[in-house]
């Protein structure tokens, strides 16, 4: 499948690769197939998680632990049914984050900003996503100090 960015111009992706997200994104219903895109050659700590069915649409993301949280949370059984969940060990958590602009938000809030809230769930196995919007109430984030 040919998946066409704005940011990394058109990438080959197998169709085995492509995360299916059957309920879209919120706001983004319509898009529902998408590829993880890095550059090469180093270890991305941040991917892009790009729409194959609208190369507009994109975004960054990453993995908890690389921002020092530990993020936990129930899913419903609908939705593990969904993801097609046969162990906790195949599902994958990841956030979406985006760089702040200081001149829209003054210096003291450069730096990434990210979405604890609705993380993104993806079964690694089936490459099946969904966007879990938490409420407050059921969530345990732990954040760790680099040192």
């Known amino acids: ?10 990438a080959e992706v197998p169709e085995d690769k492509v995360i299916e997200f059957p309920l879209g994104l919120p706001g983004f219903e319509a ?7 890095h550059e090469e050659g180093s270890e991305p700590e941040v991917f892009l998680l790009q729409s194959a069915d609208d ?4 975004f960054s993301i990453t993995l908890p632990a690389r921002l020092g949280v530990n993020l936990e949370f129930p899913l419903s059984d609908e939705e593990v049914a969904l993801l097609k969940l046969a162990s906790p060990e195949q599902a994958a958590v990841a956030v979406i984050v985006r760089k702040e602009d200081a001149e ?6 450069t730096g990434l900003r990210a979405n604890f809230i609705a993380p993104l769930v993806i079964n690694v196995v089936s490459r099946i996503g969904l966007q879990k919007v938490i409420n407050r109430l ?8 680099e040192g």
């Open 1 to 10: 499948m040919q998946i066409k960015s704005p940011m990394f111009g058109s």
């Open 31 to 37: 898009c529902r197939r998408f590829a993880l895109v």
């Open 55 to 58: 190369p507009e649409v994109a």
């Open 104 to 109: 829209a938000n003054g210096p003291a809030s």
């Open 138 to 145: 059921g969530c345990e984030i732990t954040l760790r100090a």
